[in-house]
C-alpha cells in the first residue's frame, strides 16, 4: 500500500469570503486607474473584500510574484470594464478573459476555477501543458509530490527517468482536471478508463502505464489494458446486407470463443455477406441459404484470390500475395468459420437451417489433401545457431530499441530454444514456474538422471491442454532465476484472460507482460544477428511457432527419441495427430531407417515342405520362389546363377503340374531368407540393367548347381 500524502491537499475554500456583488462609485473609481489596479498595498487598504480572495489564490498556486501582478490586475480591469464583481461572471465572461493574452493563463484559469466555478479549462482556446494548470488549480507543491510519489512507483516497476519525462507530467495533469482532486489515492478506474477513451493511441498507452503504477501503489485494484481502446477491431459493413449483419454481430456478442478467435471468425463471416451481395442478393439471413447456396460458396472460396473479398476497412492493408490464389489453408479456415457459425445458429434455436453445415459446408478434398501435416521446421544448421545464440547473449547483442533488462532477454531466448513452448505460454509464465529437480531419476532401462540435471517447468494451461509440468534443461532454471534477480518485485498481479486467476507473470516489466510480439519482433532478430543467420530459411521467416517445431522435432529424431505419446504429453497437446504437425523426421533419420527397412529387398521367399523333414527323406524340401519358377537346391543362395536363373534340373518351373502340386499341399510353409548380395548384384537390384547383361554373359562358361554351363543348358534343350 502507499504511504499517507506528507503535504496533505486542502481545497480552496471560498466559503470565509462574502461574496460582493455590487460594487460602489468608489471602488469603480479606484479600479479604473491604471497605476491603483498594480498596487497591492493600497488595494488591499482601500477594497479589501475584492482583493482578498485573488491573493490568497496567489499563495494556494504558487505562481510567481510578477505573473500574479499583471494577472490580478487583468481581473480588476475587466471588473471595471463590465461593472461586475468577478463572483457574478459567467463562465462565457470566464472564457472571454482566458483567450486574451494578459496575465498568466494557468492563474486566471485557476481563479476561475475556485472563484467562479469554470471546471473544465479544458475548453480554453489552444489549451496546452495540462499539468501546468494542474499545478497552479492544485497547488505546485501538491502537484510536485503526488508527480513525485507517482514517478517513483513507475521507477520501481523499471521505467527510466527520461521515460517518464516524456508523459508523466502531461498525463498526470490531465487525470487530476478530470478528476477534480490531484491526490492520487482518489484516482479510480472509471476516471482512467475516461483518460482513455477518445483519445489519441500514444496518450492512451500513457494512461496504461499511469495505471500499472497505481496498481503498483494500492490505490487500483488491478492495472488497465495498455490499450483500452477497441476501436481497432471495427470493421466496415458497407456493401452487406443489413440482416446479415445484425445475425453476424449477434454471433459475435453471443459466442464464447477466445477474442482473437471471435474476431477473425466474425471477419469470415461478414466477408460472406459481400458475396452474398454480389452473387446472392435474394439470400439475407441464414435461413435463406440452400444447398445450392452452399455449393455456389465453395466454388467461389476455391477459386478466391487474395484481397479479393476483402471489406473496406481493411482495403489499404498490405497485403502478401495480392491477387494471387489463396492457400489452402485460408479456404479451410474460412469454410471451417462458417460452418460454425451456421451450427451455433441452429444450436442456439435462432432458426431452422434448409441444409446440413457439417456435410454441405464440408472442406473439399483436395483442399484438406493440400493443408495437411506439413511442419514447417527450421534447417537444422540455423536452428543450432539459433541454440549457441540464446546461450550466448551479452549486452552489446541488444539492438538499441530494445528497453527490457539483459537478464530478461537472456531468459526469453533460452525458453525458446530449449523449452518448446507456444509463444502465448511463454509470456504467460508464472514468476515461480521453475522447479529444481531434487531427487535421481531412474528410467526404465536402469539409467539414472542425477539430481539437478533437469529443472521442471510449471505450463500454464493452454488452448489444447490443461495446466502441466514438463521437464527442461537446467540452463533454463539457470537463466529464469537471473531474470527474477533483476525483476522488479512491487508489481501487481495481473488478471490472466484464460484463466480468470491474478498471476504475478515471470515476463511482467513496467507493471506489465511482455507483448505477444516481442519474440518474433524482438528476440529473434537479435539472435539471428548474433548467429550471423538471415531473419528467413528455406521454408520462409524464422517464427516462434517454428522454433516450437524445431525443438519437438530435435526430441523425436535423435537415437532412443521419444515417442509420439510422450511428444505429445511434452508439448500440451491433446491428441497425437496434433503433435504430427510438429514433427518432421530429418533425412539423415530418414536414410538410416531406409537402410535398415532396405535389407528386406535382400531377402527371397523359400517354400519348406514340413511332410519330407518329418519323414526323414532325401527328397527336396527347400523350394525358393524365383517368381515364375521354384528352384529346389537348398544351396541355391550360393549359386552364382542365382539373379538370371539358367535353368538346371533343380528349376521348377510354377506352371508345371508338380509344381502346383507342390502349391496345394498343407504341409508347405512359407518363410523368408536373408542373402547377401555381390557388388553386382546391388547394382543390379538399384536398376542397373546393364550390369545386369553384362553378368549374365559373364555366367555363360559358369556351372551351375547340376554341372552344367548356361550354354550346355542352353544347347541341350535345343536338341530336345
Known amino acids: ?73 487583468a481581473i480588476l480591469w475587466n471588473v471595471s470594464k463590465t461593472g461586475q464583481s468577478y463572483w457574478c461572471w459567467s463562465e462565457s465572461q470566464w472564457l472571454t478573459l482566458l483567450s486574451k493574452r494578459t496575465g498568466s493563463q494557468p492563474f486566471l484559469a485557476s481563479v476561475a476555477y475556485h472563484i467562479g466555478g469554470f471546471k473544465t479549462p479544458q475548453r480554453i482556446e489552444k489549451f496546452r501543458q495540462p499539468a501546468i494548470y494542474a499545478s497552479h488549480i492544485f497547488g505546485h507543491e501538491v502537484f510536485r509530490h503526488e508527480h513525485a510519489r507517482l514517478s517513483q512507483a513507475l521507477r520501481s516497476l523499471g521505467y527510466a527517468a527520461r521515460n517518464l519525462e516524456q508523459f508523466l507530467s502531461c498525463v498526470l495533469g490531465t487525470l487530476m482536471l478530470e478528476n477534480g482532486d490531484p491526490r492520487l489515492e482518489t484516482f479510480t478506474e472509471e476516471l482512467l478508463l475516461k483518460g482513455q477513451r477518445n483519445r489519441s493511441l500514444g496518450v492512451a ?20 489494458r495498455m490499450r483500452g481502446y477497441t476501436c481497432w477491431r471495427e470493421k466496415s459493413i458497407e456493401g452487406i446486407d443489413p440482416t446479415w449483419t445484425m445475425w453476424c454481430r449477434r454471433w459475435r456478442d453471443t459466442s464464447t470463443l477466445r477474442p482473437r478467435t471471435r474476431e477473425s471468425n466474425y471477419s469470415f463471416i461478414l466477408r460472406t455477406g459481400g458475396w452474398l451481395a454480389r452473387e446472392q442478393p435474394e439470400v439475407a439471413a441464414p435461413t435463406d441459404w ?30 502478401k500475395g495480392l491477387g494471387q490464389p489463396i492457400a489452402a489453408n485460408s479456404k479451410r479456415n474460412f469454410l471451417h468459420a462458417l460452418r460454425r457459425f451456421f451450427s451455433d445458429f441452429e444450436l442456439w434455436g435462432w432458426g431452422r437451417l434448409k441444409f446440413s453445415p457439417r456435410h454441405h459446408l464440408a472442406t473439399p478434398r483436395s483442399v484438406t489433401f493440400s493443408s495437411g501435416i506439413n511442419p514447417r521446421v527450421i534447417d537444422d544448421s540455423t536452428w543450432l545457431k539459433l541454440i549457441w545464440a540464446s546461450l550466448n547473449i551479452e549486452r552489446k547483442d541488444l539492438l538499441s530499441e530494445i528497453h527490457y533488462p539483459l537478464s ?130 528455406s521454408r520462409g521467416r524464422i517464427t516462434s511457432h517454428r522454433g516450437r517445431a524445431s525443438a519437438v522435432t530435435a526430441l523425436a529424431s535423435v537415437p532412443q527419441g521419444m515417442s509420439l505419446i510422450e511428444l505429445m504429453q511434452w508439448s500440451g497437446h491433446s491428441s497425437p495427430s496434433s503433435t504430427l504437425h ?29 511332410d519330407i523333414i518329418a519323414r ?62 555381390t557388388a553386382d548384384e546391388r547394382e543390379i537390384v538399384e536398376g542397373d540393367l546393364a550390369k545386369l547383361d553384362g553378368l549374365i554373359r559373364k555366367l555363360d562358361t559358369v556351372p551351375t548347381l547340376d554341372g552344367r554351363t548356361p550354354s550346355e543348358i542352353v544347347a541341350e534343350k535345343g536338341r530336345s
Not at 498507452?205 to 488497465?224: C, E
Not at 532325401?618 to 550360393?638: A, E, Q, V
Open 1 to 73: 500500500m502507499s504511504t499517507p500524502s506528507i503535504i496533505p491537499y486542502v481545497p480552496f475554500d471560498t466559503s470565509q469570503y462574502e461574496r460582493q456583488s455590487i460594487l460602489s462609485n468608489r471602488e469603480l473609481t479606484i479600479l479604473s486607474n491604471h497605476f491603483h489596479r498594480s498596487d497591492w498595498r493600497y488595494l488591499q487598504s482601500e477594497i479589501p473584500k475584492l482583493l482578498a480572495p485573488l491573493v490568497d489564490i496567489v499563495d494556494h498556486s504558487g505562481v510567481s510574484k510578477r505573473l500574479a501582478i499583471c494577472s490580478v490586475a
Open 205 to 224: 498507452k500513457s494512461v496504461g502505464k499511469v495505471s500499472h503504477g497505481l496498481a503498483a501503489m494500492g490505490v487500483l485494484a488491478k492495472p488497465l
Open 290 to 319: 440452400s444447398m445450392s447456396t452452399c455449393a455456389a460458396f465453395i466454388a467461389a472460396i476455391d477459386r478466391m484470390t487474395v484481397g479479393e473479398w476483402a471489406l473496406e476497412s481493411a482495403k489499404g492493408t498490405q497485403l
Open 408 to 537: 530478461m532477454v537472456q531468459a526469453i531466448a533460452v525458453l525458446w530454444t530449449h523449452a518448446g513452448l507456444r509463444n502465448n505460454e511463454i509470456i504467460r509464465l508464472d514468476k515461480g514456474c521453475a522447479h529444481p529437480q531434487t531427487h535421481e531419476v531412474v528410467h526404465e532401462d536402469g539409467t539414472i538422471v542425477p539430481a539437478g540435471t533437469l529443472c521442471y517447468l510449471d505450463i500454464p494451461a493452454s488452448k489444447t491442454f490443461k495446466a502441466f509440468v514438463k521437464p527442461v534443461g537446467m540452463v533454463v532454471k539457470e537463466r529464469i532465476d537471473a531474470w527474477l534477480e533483476d525483476r522488479p518485485a512491487d508489481q501487481a498481479a495481473l488478471l490472466d484472460e484464460r484463466t480468470g486467476n491474478k498471476v504475478s507473470y515471470l515476463f511482467q516489466f513496467r507493471g506489465k507482460r511482455i507483448g505477444s510480439s516481442a519474440i518474433n519482433s524482438t528476440i529473434i532478430p537479435m539472435l539471428c544477428a548474433k548467429a550471423g543467420v538471415p531473419l528467413e530459411d
Open 582 to 610: 510438429y514433427i518432421r523426421i530429418r533425412p539423415t533419420k530418414l536414410a538410416a531407417s531406409f537402410v535398415k527397412a532396405d535389407q528386406m529387398a535382400h531377402m527371397v521367399s523359400v517354400l519348406i515342405d514340413h
Open 616 to 677: 526323414h527323406s532325401d527328397d527336396p524340401y527347400t523350394f525358393y520362389d524365383l517368381g515364375d519358377s521354384y528352384c529346389s537346391n537348398p544351396f541355391w543362395s550360393s549359386c552364382p546363377h542365382r539373379m538370371a536363373c539358367a535353368g538346371c534340373d533343380f528349376n521348377l518351373p510354377k506352371a508345371s503340374a508338380k509344381a502346383q502340386a507342390l502349391e496345394s499341399k498343407t504341409s508347405i510353409k512359407r518363410y523368408l531368407e536373408t542373402v547377401p548380395l
